[in-house]
């Protein structure tokens, strides 16, 4: 009879416990039916995605196989790095890589995150990264090397010399392949320290509304440019969907006027409202996978530095990472396109940032 009672006891959290592991089970196959479905769609993407998405892939291709343009551009330097690695002819392989890549750094995100890492939020999250990076990086871009380079940094856990190893290769990608990364290098040191200083958000966002004027000082002071810059003439440039190419709102050549843009234009890569107005189905969904991940990221942006809590060296790492790739976006970056190419590589650290933040932690 004693025992009896004791397996009825027993019984609500035996099966309490089976339907945890069956939660967990279902969201690992979600995850793996994401990843299967990004191969996919990185398998066959140069068949519907629009000509103007295509066209690193095809540059790089053509350097590839005539040497076009010599080897002395980034487009050339890219163009070496996919031949030494034995993936100049193989644009499969280049799919299959890439998705890997990208498995891997959210798999190891998910990890750091703890246990919002086994929610389901985290698991949507992570499903949505894999599908939009099968989508956008299966094939030859410059992009495919920023996977690793974050798989790295999440892998890592920020001592110093582990930082120094990474800030090392970013100058090394910053060389070859794409320039404004030593920026993104200086600017997430910049975030380091504040971030570890910074007790409250107001705090938190004042200094990042500094940060930015101070970048708009210095372009003007000692490159003799407006912020945005880069940013026009790589609209002049390119040719992309005239909908969704990111304008200054402010029409001025005044410092003043020139931060305000900048600000107003880090709001609108936030809550990408331009890209949800432009009509077709990939931009509204876009916008609202940019909207959603970024409004969680800034609410664990809030509890953080708000709710009294120890500091969180992942954390701060996390988002000093994401802040200074997003500010130097908002100078750099053309249209709402080429902004969610680039940063669907680095959106396992919102992962991170959400899942350190919820997770319980002693009280300063």
Known sequence: MTVDRA???????????????????????????????????????????????LWDDGTLQEIIHTGRAGFGTKYGATAILYVWLGLGNSPVLVSIVA???LLVSVLLALKVAGPFGRTWPATALASGTLVLGGIYLGMYTKEFFVVPLVALFIASRGRWWQEAIWIGACLLYAAHVREYWFLVAALYVAFRIG?????????????????????VVAMNVFLGQAATYFRFSTNDKLWTDRETILQDPIVSSLIPAQWLNLILVVLLLLFPVILLLAGSALHVVSALAIATMWTFVLRSVHTYFNGRVAREIQFERALSLLLAFLTVQSLFEPDYGSYLRHLIPLMPLAIIVIGVAARPRQTK
């Open 7 to 53: 397996r009825l006891r027993q019984a609500p959290a035996a099966r309490m416990h089976d339907r945890a592991r069956s939660s967990i089970l279902l969201k690992q196959l979600v995850i793996f039916y994401a990843a299967i479905a990004a191969l996919l769609l990185a398998l066959f993407s140069r068949d519907y995605l629009p000509a103007q998405m």
């Open 99 to 101: 998705v890997g890549m």
């Open 195 to 215: 971030t570890s200083r910074v007790r409250s958000f107001g705090w938190f966002v004042a200094g990042w509304v500094v940060l930015l004027g101070m970048v």
